[in-house]
């Protein structure tokens, strides 16, 4: 026999997703909930726990796309439902893997039977089993592109079709979508991110006593989930009762003028793109009037359903935290204190409980509460600028020191034990639309925006026999190869006899996502004229880029005696930018040991996802300092790393009317392009003229 669900009512803490989820179970319209923090935080837990408290659905019988009979879709493949009785059932909760192909979520068609049968022959997936539920998406920042414009498709028009060689399916789906996600991992598109109404951020408490009260139920539930479920059964019932009289209310909750301006008035303030917030924000505050027993929405309600929506609307670029100013937002609120009406007294948001925060639903369950001041956004480290042009730093090969330029490498050696004396942490210039680079050759990798590679998704270049389940019919090819065994198979009428040895799949070429891995000089040479805060600049832009090409980052640094790695490869373009602008700068100019460094996090890289191909991208004025020979042991991992047949691009960060060119000779050891950061620039005049220069001498060889 199944476990009993964990009880909704018995999660404690959390407040802020618990009631985010009620919200959308009173009012669906607001178009679900995403939430954002740490792993082990009953995530999945309390989506389950709701889903178990949502009124039972009329169903179709025998329907597998869950037709209201009340009104049964036309289009259903299933159909027609006229005059069908109805069968109530419970509300689903369907999980969407984020390794899922795309023919599990939208469906597949059996084209075998579609052309030699002539029926429309569809298996429904994910998106009709959701259909009038829930649709939970755990990690939901790590689907593939192609599985988030499927999502967007449903959750715009509230429909789902599949069409492929003339075949087309289509059926209803409409659905709570609700997603978590740690945004260590990357952020979500903005396109995805706008298309959820409501947006929460939870944390685990660090409060022993709220900690010790998880521990305690998540093991009396552990030891006997339907005795623990029966304690809680009153609780159960009781918040039940609360939503479905909240549904009930709703039609009747006045949305009046005042509280339209105030909304208009603080989605206007905080400068949100569209009107889809003000139109979520309005039927959050509804809903937030409804559940606590109201026919008029207050200020109150406009600024706890602001808080909920807004905060992720806010974000101009994914450097930006997600966040809102609540002394902004109550000093837009005062200006209408005048029109507020006396609230009623309110009943708690959540169920009858008590006190601490619930583990997840797994074995190792944690606790969780909503963080201090969770809409504000995280304070960022001020970067104090440099106190001087040069960096303090050991000794130095001047052999090749250019005149007119004062290295920071001239200065006296590291104090006793080797560490390198470092200069405060400079910031970053703006960042710009950067130059696109990409790795050569036709890869089979992740989708993705940036390299030529073969994916389930793009243009169709070719033809061949299906490897596994046949999802892409390349119909031609198909064709050509049944045709020639027509009289063989006794074929008599006008129809096409096709056998499973004659289907053929589209081969297609699309772009993939790759590992794109920064290896950062930030020792005292960088330092020299100010350059740091160009060259920080310089590799936020690529970041940024990265961000847009859907790759994955790793960052490497070096300074000192050595070199580290910064950021181990990871989805997340925000860590990288954070841990960029606290980089700080100073000490010898170590560049074997960086890019001896990246030769191994590449080696390991490959170990871990063979398929995603890598691209180096060296940022350094090319010197090398400390140690016998630098400039020749950096030459010899470069030629390393080039036998190993890594893409590689370097940014030349040497400044001055006088310029060694040091930069220029690492990149013909890496067998890859030098560009300026003046050149890096996608509009830079001076990458321009490059580009038409290498394009003639190309035409001319």
Not at 6 to 22: H, K, N, Q
Not at 176 to 189: D, F, K, Q, S, W
Not at 481 to 499: D, E, K, M
Request: include cysteine; glycine fraction near 10%.
């Amino acid at each position: 026999m199944a476990s009993a669900t964990y009880p909704f009512t018995a999660i404690v803490g959390m407040d802020d997703m618990r009631l985010g989820l009620l919200l959308n179970a009173i009012a669906p319209s607001i178009g679900g909930v995403l939430v954002r923090g740490e792993k082990g935080t009953a995530k999945t837990t309390t989506v389950r726990g709701l889903t178990a408290l949502l009124p039972r659905v009329d169903a179709v019988p025998g329907c597998r796309f869950s037709c209201d009979p009340a009104s049964p879709d036309a289009a259903c493949p299933d159909g027609p439902h006229e005059d069908a009785p109805g069968e109530a059932r419970p509300a689903r909760m369907v999980e969407l893997p984020v390794g899922a192909s795309e023919d599990r979520l939208v469906g597949a068609l059996d084209i075998e039977r579609a052309l030699g049968e002539g029926v429309k022959a569809f298996e429904p997936g994910l998106l009709a089993a959701a259909h009038r539920g829930v649709l939970y998406v755990d990690e939901v920042n790590l689907l593939g592109d192609h599985l988030v414009d499927s999502l967007l498709d449903a959750a715009a028009t509230g429909s789902s079709s599949v069409e492929r060689e003339g075949v087309s399916v289509r059926h209803a789906s409409r659905f709570l979508l609700v997603g978590t996600m740690n945004p260590e991992e990357g952020e979500l598109r903005p396109q995805l991110l706008d298309r959820f109404g409501l947006t929460v951020e939870v944390a685990a408490s660090r409060e022993t006593e709220e900690r010790v009260e998880v521990v305690r139920r998540r093991l009396a539930y552990d030891e006997d989930p339907a005795a623990f479920a029966a304690k809680w059964t009153a609780e159960e019932d009781a918040l039940r009762e609360r939503i479905a009289a909240a549904r009930a209310l709703l039609p009747d909750v006045r949305l009046g003028d005042g509280a339209l301006r105030r909304i208009a008035a603080v989605c206007a303030g905080f400068e949100v793109d569209g009107m889809r917030a003000d139109i979520v924000t309005a039927r959050a505050a509804t809903a937030l009037a409804a559940w606590a027993g109201r026919t008029d929405v207050t200020t109150e309600d406009v600024r706890q359903a602001a808080l909920l929506s807004l905060p992720h609307r806010r974000r101009r670029n994914p450097f930006d935290a997600p966040g809102l100013d609540e002394d902004k937002l109550d000093e837009i609120l005062r200006r209408f204190e005048d029109d507020e009406p006396e609230p009623e007294p309110e009943p708690e948001p959540e169920g009858p409980d008590d006190g601490g925060p619930e583990g997840d639903g797994g074995p190792d369950g944690g606790g969780g509460e909503p963080p201090h001041d969770p809409e504000l956004p995280p304070q960022r480290e001020e970067s104090a600028p440099s106190p001087q042009e040069t960096s303090q730093e050991g000794s130095r090969d001047t052999s090749r020191e250019p005149a007119g330029e004062t290295s920071a490498e001239s200065a006296p050696e590291p104090a006793p034990g080797g560490a390198a004396p470092e200069a405060p942490a400079v910031a970053a210039a703006d960042p710009f639309r950067a130059r696109k680079f990409d790795v050569p050759g036709l890869g089979e990798g992740a989708d993705g925006r940036r390299s030529r590679a073969r994916t389930a998704h793009g243009r169709t270049t070719g033809a061949r026999r299906p490897r596994g389940t046949l999802s892409k019919l390349h119909l031609a090819a198909t064709v050509r190869a049944a045709a020639p065994h027509q009289r063989a198979r006794g074929r008599r009428g006008p129809g096409l006899v096709v056998r499973r040895d004659d289907l053929r799949e589209a081969v297609r070429e699309g772009r993939e996502g790759n590992l794109v891995l920064f290896v950062v000089d930030a020792s005292g040479s960088m330092a020299a004229r100010k350059r740091m805060g160009a060259v920080k600049g310089a590799v936020l832009s690529l970041l940024l880029d990265a961000y847009q090409r859907r790759d994955k980052i790793g960052m490497i640094t070096f300074r000192g005696s050595g070199a580290e790695v910064a950021l181990p490869p990871t989805s997340s373009v925000d860590a990288g930018a954070a841990r960029l602008e606290r980089l700080p700068t100073g000490g010898r100019t170590p560049l074997a040991a960086g890019l001896l460094q990246a030769h191994e996090v590449l080696r390991v890289e490959r170990l871990r996802d063979p398929s995603r191909r890598p691209l180096l991208v060296v940022v350094t004025d090319g010197r090398a300092t400390g140690g016998p020979e630098p400039l020749v042991r950096a030459r010899h991992a470069a030629r390393l790393l080039a036998a190993g047949g890594t893409a590689s691009v370097v940014v030349d960060c040497e400044s001055g009317p006088v310029r060694l060119g040091l930069a220029g000779e690492l990149g013909s050891e890496l067998r890859a392009p030098v560009v300026t950061l003046d050149e890096l620039r996608a509009d830079s005049v001076s990458a321009l003229v490059r580009t038409v220069r290498n394009t003639d001498s190309r035409r001319a060889a």
